[in-house]
């Protein structure tokens, strides 16, 4: 492995490793942990796709790898699952852990632009650092056949950053994403705060505006709601997103479920819905 990248942790699970790694990110300008479920399958002679997670307000690279039982499926599959965090730490940027929406554990998956916040740049970092760091020291893993999914600002980030990026992501889904950011509260505040009061820079970040622009998809977009959601009515959106797509014949499956709420429970009920959704996308 390359300097600077450590393993921190492994255990054996469905037959493959759940993996935990360090390394200093360049992109970020701290240190950053994330971590990899391998499948049984993998090897360098049979690399394994890649489908990355990424996870929601508060949680780390170990929320999903502990919660989800994703692993299941994705051993099943053949499927790698890359687990990164949800921000930079240990930066001690006055204020960054001041409110749990905004700051440490809250990076939006976006590139801020305001000074003080400058180091927030996990798009550039799960789109550009992360792959090359995974492909330049895992011989296992095709990081050219890759998915992305997530959940909450996580489910936000995956359908932000696919639309952006369709040559190199084969299919998304989501679980309740913040579909809609520019207005909701949550948005709203990550917004001002990273990128300022330019509107127009709001919009690049957010997957209702995007699909008018980017909308020649190879695979349908899954998204799972659960209707006993608390953020459902006023944070995620779901049904702008949902016209959105309409006004431009974006295939999209929008699932309501009655009864299911925001939390893990609700991600574990459906999670292996997903990873046939990605396995079918990258043809396993």
């Known amino acids: 492995m390359e300097s600077g990248l450590s393993e921190i942790g492994s255990t054996k ?9 360090k390394h200093y990110s360049e992109t970020l300008g701290c240190s950053m942990t994330f971590s990899i479920y391998f499948p049984p399958s993998a090897s360098s002679s049979r690399r394994s796709p890649v489908l ?5 307000l508060t949680c780390t690279d170990e929320n999903f790898i502990i919660k989800s ?7 099943t599959r053949g499927i790698a699952l890359v687990v990164p965090d949800t921000s930079p730490r240990g930066l001690n940027i006055e204020g960054e852990a001041d409110s749990y929406d905004f700051g440490v554990g809250a990076g939006f998956y976006l590139n801020a632009t305001q000074e003080k916040w400058k180091n927030w740049r996990m798009y550039d970092y799960i789109v550009k650092e992360l792959p ?3 492909s330049g020291n895992f011989t296992q893993l095709d990081t050219t056949r890759a998915s992305i999914s997530g959940h909450s600002m996580g489910g936000h980030g995956a359908l932000t950053i696919y639309l952006k990026n369709l040559d190199k992501y084969k299919s998304v889904s989501a679980f309740a994403p913040i579909a809609n950011p520019i207005n909701c509260q949550w948005g709203q505040k990550a917004f001002t705060n990273y990128l300022g009061d330019n509107k127009a820079a ?3 970040y957010d997957a209702t505006c995007l699909i008018s622009k980017f909308n020649n998809l190879s695979a349908t977009i899954l998204i799972d709601q659960g209707e006993n959601d608390q953020f459902f009515p006023d ?3 779901p049904n702008k997103f949902e016209e959105a797509c309409k006004k431009v014949n974006a295939p999209l499956l929008l699932r309501l479920h009655p009864g299911y709420d925001h939390s893990y429970y609700f991600i574990a009920t459906f999670i292996e819905d997903h990873i046939t959704h990605h396995s079918q ?3 396993l």
């Open 235 to 237: 944070q995620l959106l």
């Open 202 to 204: 709001w919009e690049e």
């Open 13 to 21: 699970m469905f037959d493959g490793f759940n993996k935990r790694y």
């Open 132 to 134: 090359k760091l995974l």
């Open 52 to 56: 990355y997670w990424l996870s929601g």
């Open 281 to 283: 996308a990258l043809k």
């Open 69 to 75: 039982g994703a692993q299941r499926a994705a051993s």
